[in-house]
Nanobody, 124 residues
Framework: QVQLVETGGGLVQAGGSLRLSCAAS????????MGWFRQAPGKEREFVAG????????DYADSVKGRFTISRDNAKITVYLQMNSTKPEDTAVYYC?????????????????WGKGTLVTVSS
């Protein structure tokens, strides 16, 4: 059974940093593309960052490029999202997702598995 568990969410002041973690189990982690998505109140779930199964390529939404960094540690079976220079508009529930077909298309419907999310609140 595939399970993704996000941790690291919480309250941070604007401009501050936060690191989210996603621990995966039940899948061949090293061969799955991993991504972070977020959903703010009243908005659709949107792509934030993605990383290929090999870790050699990454993709970012324009809104977070230059501020957020996605990485993975296959030995620890974990993917991370380093959030720097946070803004109030980053406030959302952040979800970890996996694509076992490694398509790197980064759309919600294309992801196979999802975590339950972790709330990030950025105060001004």
């Amino acid at each position: 059974q595939v399970q993704l568990v996000e941790t690291g969410g919480g309250l941070v002041q604007a401009g501050g940093s936060l690191r989210l973690s996603c621990a995966a189990s039940g899948l061949t982690f090293s061969r799955a593309d991993m991504g972070w998505f977020r959903q703010a109140p009243g908005k659709e779930r949107e792509f934030v960052a993605g990383i290929s199964w090999s870790g050699t390529t990454t993709d970012y939404a324009d809104s977070v490029k230059g501020r957020f960094t996605i990485s993975r540690d296959n030995a620890k079976i974990t993917v991370y999202l380093q959030m720097n220079s946070t803004k109030p508009e980053d406030t959302a529930v952040y979800y970890c997702a996996a694509d076992i077909f490694s398509r790197s298309t980064w759309y919600v419907a294309g992801m196979n598995y999802w975590g339950k999310g972790t709330l990030v609140t950025v105060s001004s």
